[in-house]
């Protein structure tokens, strides 16, 4: 291998692959500044692209063929349930996958119908993959992981599993593609739990059929966890070279020069695993002061086939700030992640940028992904880009300051959906959670964003510690009392489970919080349980089920739409011209039966498993996955409910959800 100290970085499955992750392009960017030869490879959009491909349909007609040869009389019912489903999206499938092309390319034009089909198939996929994969469930966002043990010697079983699910497309693309652009250096930009599970079997496989590689793990997953893995770092090895701890920019020019022969004395950010360069055992690095924004080259998306992701047309995210301005949520472990304080490009920078990003890759919407929007900042850019017509998604916090002024000027700008951190509207709850608004602040901001044209999407949190059930319903009475949300198409919302998670507040003063004990948990995991312990899940299922049963009456929802299919559609049709388009399109079809069937539509080979939470099976928005289909055969979704293991009063539940009959 010709030591010419190329780099390839990876973003590795599994991801949402509605557009880029940003890490990568930045990375890109910089190393090409520093004349340093560098590609990348978006391994998560092309693992889920390699699923999803007809030319798959053959094999997985093959494993269906043989588990039918397979069933007798002694098989169980909950086998044969799966067969016949399996074979439906497989016949399904085979009629209709061409369908899925909408999505899977740049859409041409703007069609309600053809995205609905789209999404049918993709959502079909998906569900046969969990039917073949059981007990592992796929989605259009991520392939969750059932492995639970996390321990150093969990985590190596795992990466050495010879049945990965996506052991065809590494093996027949991934590896050919690696072999070919021969990089002296292949860096991992992991994100989460499951990531790091997958990039450890693609670096194990690389390991193995490309000799002579470096490998290296960075991204804010473990940086959120350093301190906790610094010591058993080397339990990595042999398929992890090297660490990157924080910002990974200047660290991978370092290990660039030092593979290269170019060796320095100092290695900040950076811990060295392998046997020639390797740093003292559980020594965490020397910490690097972070760039700042302004050293940031414009991200370079170049290497990304951008009309791939399954966003209706492509969309860039974008970076105006560092860390969070805030800072002080209870729950939130982002500051933990970072050494960094908060820092900000100038106005004139950021537009700068923004025209460019416009201008060379043919992008008209945005994703600010700052973890919570500087208003002011982005009013002053929106003197800069107004022209361009352009739409931007962002997430943002509740602020005394904001008016209608500040909104007009950031909607004119082209802001389009604004993502609350809402989590509560309980008085004492906000306050325990340190969140610096209240409710009355809230429902201001609210009553403005309708005003001014601009769509929120609100997260909530339920269970918080201490958290009574008449608290969570202040949260519910709060929504239901704006009735211009529930006239919103677009207006959207999610309450999840609290999680206590390494490096939050929490965390560290827990019976601030009534938590008496924080039970262990494996090396690479970042969830706790804790005694006293959540709330009885039932009651919050019925609490979520009602309050939703309520609220989603008679909206004039589509299909569950992501926020990028919100944006693609404000974008292109405005929210008036969107509700006229879907009433023309639903007078030709009757959904009325299957607009509350499970988040994602998905029937998977067991519906329910315990450690699924009903609220995220119920949620009536999200789309009807093969509405068309179940209509023709209601009595097999009925029997792939009863024999989906789920317990009878939340089986109960889910058959009234759909109208049909509990008996």
């Known amino acids: 291998m010709a030591d010419n100290g190329k780099v390839l970085l990876i973003f590795p499955p599994t991801w949402d692959v509605s557009l880029p992750y940003l890490a990568i392009p930045l990375l890109v960017a910089y190393l090409r500044a520093q004349k340093i030869p560098v590609s990348a490879i978006d391994a998560n959009l092309n693992s889920f692209r390699y699923l999803v491909a007809p030319q798959r349909l053959d094999a997985l007609g093959g494993i269906i063929a043989r588990r039918a040869a397979a069933i007798d009389g002694s098989s169980s019912r909950f086998d044969r349930v799966s067969l016949r489903?399996?074979?439906?999206?497989?016949?399904?499938?085979?009629?209709?996958?061409?369908?899925?092309?909408?999505?899977?390319?740049?859409?041409?034009?703007?069609?309600?119908?053809?995205?609905?089909?789209?999404?049918?198939?993709?959502?079909?996929?998906?569900?046969?993959?969990?039917?073949?994969?059981?007990?592992?469930?796929?989605?259009?966002?991520?392939?969750?992981?059932?492995?639970?043990?996390?321990?150093?010697?969990?985590?190596?079983?795992?990466?050495?599993?010879?049945?990965?699910?996506?052991?065809?497309?590494?093996?027949?693309?991934?590896?050919?593609?690696?072999?070919?652009?021969?990089?002296?250096?292949?860096?991992?930009?992991?994100?989460?739990?499951e990531q790091m599970l997958h990039a450890l079997y693609l670096a194990r496989t690389i390991k193995q059929h490309v000799p002579g590689t470096y490998t290296v793990f960075g991204g804010c997953y473990l940086s959120l966890i350093r301190r906790k893995i610094s010591s058993q770092l080397h339990t990595l090895r042999p398929w992890v070279d090297a660490v990157v701890f924080n910002e990974g920019e200047k660290a991978l020019v370092n290990l660039q020069q030092l593979v290269t022969g170019a060796r320095k004395a100092r290695h900040p950010n950076l811990v060295l695993l392998h046997p020639e360069l390797a740093s003292p055992r559980g020594e965490l690095p020397a910490v690097e002061a972070a760039l700042t924004p302004e050293d940031y080259p414009c991200p370079d998306f170049s290497d990304l086939a951008l009309d791939h992701y399954l966003a209706p047309a492509r969309m860039l995210p974008i970076l105006m700030t560092r860390g969070c301005y805030y800072g002080k949520c209870a729950f939130c472990n982002s500051k933990h992640a970072t050494t960094r304080e908060f820092s900000a490009m100038s106005a004139q920078r950021i537009a700068q940028d923004i025209h460019t990003l416009h201008r060379t890759y043919a992008c008209d919407i945005f994703h600010i992904n700052d973890e919570a929007l500087h208003i002011p900042l982005f009013a002053k850019v929106g003197r800069e880009i107004a022209s361009l017509k352009l739409s931007f998604f962002a997430e943002a916090r509740f602020e005394r300051f904001i008016d209608k002024q500040w909104l007009q000027r950031i909607h004119r700008a082209g802001i389009k959906k604004i993502a609350f951190g809402f989590e509560s509207a309980n008085p004492r709850v906000l306050k325990l959670m340190r969140k610096g608004y209240e409710p009355r602040t809230a429902r201001r901001i609210l009553r403005l964003c309708h005003q001014q044209g601009i769509t929120p999407h609100l997260f909530g949190i339920v269970g918080f510690p201490t958290e009574t059930p008449a608290e969570m319903r202040d949260?519910?009475?709060?929504?239901?009392?704006?009735?211009?949300?529930k006239e919103n198409p677009f207006f959207s919302y999610f309450f999840h489970p609290f999680l206590l998670e390494y490096g939050s507040r929490i965390f560290f003063h827990p019976r601030d919080y009534g938590i008496e004990e924080i039970k262990p948990t494996g090396l690479f995991d970042f969830v706790y349980d804790y005694a006293p312990g959540r709330p009885d899940s039932r009651k919050l299922d019925e609490l979520l089920t009602r309050f939703r049963q309520s609220f989603e009456a008679d909206r004039p929802h589509g299909f569950g739409f992501s926020f990028y299919s919100d944006l693609f559609f404000m974008h292109h049709l405005g929210t008036e011209g969107f509700i006229q388009a879907l009433r023309q399109y639903r007078a030709q079809r009757d959904y009325s039966r299957f607009q509350l069937l499970p988040a994602e539509g998905e029937f998977p080979a067991t519906l329910y498993d315990a450690g699924t939470n009903l609220m995220s099976l119920l949620q009536p928005w999200e789309y009807s996955l093969l509405s068309q289909f179940l209509a023709e055969q209601p009595a097999d979704v009925t029997d792939y409910i009863r024999t989906s293991g789920m317990p009878k009063h939340l089986v109960n539940q889910c058959l009234r959800r759909l109208h049909i009959h509990a008996s």
């Open 475 to 485: 949260s519910f009475s709060f929504i239901q009392d704006l009735a211009f949300l």
């Open 85 to 193: 489903r399996a074979q439906s999206l497989f016949a399904y499938l085979r009629r209709s996958c061409g369908a899925a092309g909408y999505l899977l390319s740049a859409a041409d034009g703007v069609d309600i119908g053809r995205f609905e089909r789209a999404n049918r198939v993709l959502h079909a996929w998906m569900s046969l993959y969990s039917i073949i994969h059981h007990p592992q469930e796929f989605s259009l966002y991520s392939f969750p992981n059932l492995h639970r043990d996390f321990s150093p010697a969990g985590i190596q079983r795992f990466a050495a599993k010879e049945d990965h699910p996506l052991r065809a497309y590494v093996h027949g693309e991934l590896l050919p593609q690696i072999q070919r652009q021969a990089p002296r250096i292949i860096g991992f930009s992991v994100i989460s739990l």
